[in-house]
């Protein structure tokens, strides 16, 4: 698979990285080979600015011997953005009971969010202009004799009519009229 690799870390006696590891599509994912990787500082060196306290918090769960699945950006070598997601867990010492290590797998996962993003701004959009829309539309189904399902689609249809799109239908279906 292009877009994931795995990863293992290794600590020293003073906490910090003495070994990283990678299989897979590393330098597709972050730009950088292995040996730059280090050269600039490592996982901290990537993440985002914006997302560094989730990556404290989740390095914190690691350090507790737990697992941890989460999603966070990276800053590519060439600048770009791209979410991951992460799969992470700890190598612990039972002895000394203490995290030596990670171990764990990381998923581009940037065209889903992009995606999910893009979604998301059009369905605002698009609740923003019908609630400023001066009008309204219905749509109305007949099911049979006397049988109907009334839609209403809309910002302005109770300002208009003073009925909620449910009190409207109540009414409708209590008094069986459809001119009202």
Known sequence: VTSDYT?????????????????GAFEAVSGYTPEEFVAIGGWAAIVHPEDRSQDARDFAALKENKSITTEIRIIRK???IRWVRIYGYPLWDNTHQNLIGI???????NERRLAEQALQESEERFRLISFVSSDYTFSTRFDGPGGFEHTV????????????????????????????
């Open 103 to 109: 171990y764990g797998a990381v998923l581009d996962i």
């Open 7 to 23: 990863f293992s870390s290794r600590f020293d006696n003073q906490g910090g990285i003495e070994n990283y590891s990678f299989i």
């Open 78 to 80: 060439d600048g770009q």
């Open 153 to 180: 689609y809309g910002g302005a249809f109770e300002a208009i009519t003073g009925y909620t799109p449910d009190e409207f239908t109540l009414r409708l279906e209590r008094t069986g009229s459809h001119s009202d």
